[in-house]
């Protein structure tokens, strides 16, 4: 009898590339695919902090230090290295309020991180695979409130729901060339960006009260997601939404 084999959940061969890798969710997974055995390279703004986190990752990550804002350094980030098979877009920004205190200024910074630039890195990206017949996996970092609304998040919330279509239609587009396209998306993550909004006792029990398993979300939670959506565990997988919201959008 034939015994079904388990899907590798190692990346040993592979290259990936996390944006907005300096900390919280971007760093947590850059240590999750460099653990598996990916060759990883940590990208953001700041220099310093992603140096410190490759160097403390170690297994061959490198940093590189890049303005995914910046459209032309990254078509040339792309275009100056090989080809990755694994890319999470994880980049992103929010700013809670009302949607009658929206300003331009405000759109114009979640909208063109969250949504803009989320979409020409993995354009960059895509066209070094392609051209190179690379096979791999995108993973982009939605959220929750790309499935639901809640309020102060209407600039939040249009970037991530417009994220989701975003990736169904270049799943569509990419799937006659082996590369796959999913999201993750998760409820409330204690990270350093966050963390201050946890403060607030009533909006910290508010939250507490959406997520039925009863506590905030931590950067190990999306850990495994990321290994699973990165590896050939996930290989039928494409168009799709991992949520890890600990059952807010159950109900």
């Known amino acids: 009898m034939a ?19 300096g900390r919280g969710i971007g760093l947590g997974a850059a240590a999750a695919l460099a653990a598996a055995g990916a060759e990883v390279t940590l990208v953001a703004r700041t220099s310093a902090e992603i140096e ?7 297994n061959g990550a490198e940093a590189a230090t890049l303005d995914v804002s910046n459209l032309d350094a990254v078509a040339a980030f792309f ?31 979640v909208l063109d991180l ?8 993995a354009q960059a990206c895509v066209k070094h695979m392609i051209e190179t017949g690379t096979q791999g996996s995108l993973i ?39 590369i796959r396209s999913n999201t993750i998306a998760p409820t409330f993550i204690e990270t350093p960006l966050t963390k201050p909004f946890f403060e607030d006792e009533a909006f910290k029990a508010s939250v507490l009260s959406k997520i039925k ?26 168009g799709t939404s991992l949520v890890v919201d600990g059952g807010w959008t159950a109900e």
């Open 140 to 178: 982009h970092m939605g959220s929750q409130m790309g499935h639901v609304g809640g309020p102060n998040r209407s600039l939040y919330c249009a970037s991530k729901w417009a994220l989701e279509g975003m990736n169904k239609a270049m799943a569509l587009d990419l799937a006659p060339h082996g």
């Open 52 to 58: 410190a986190a490759a160097a403390e990752i170690g």
């Open 3 to 21: 015994i079904p084999q388990t899907p590798s959940l190692r990346l040993d061969g592979h290259r990936a590339v996390v944006t907005g890798a």
């Open 213 to 238: 398993l009863g506590r905030i979300g931590q950067v190990e939670d999306l850990m495994g997601a990321v290994l699973f959506l990165a590896s050939d565990a996930s290989a039928l997988m494409t």
């Open 79 to 109: 275009e100056s290295r090989e080809p990755f098979h694994v890319l999470v877009n994880n980049a992103g920004t929010n700013r809670p309020k009302p949607m009658w205190e929206v300003s331009e200024e405000d759109y114009d910074a």
């Open 114 to 121: 969250n949504l803009k630039s989320a979409f020409f890195v």
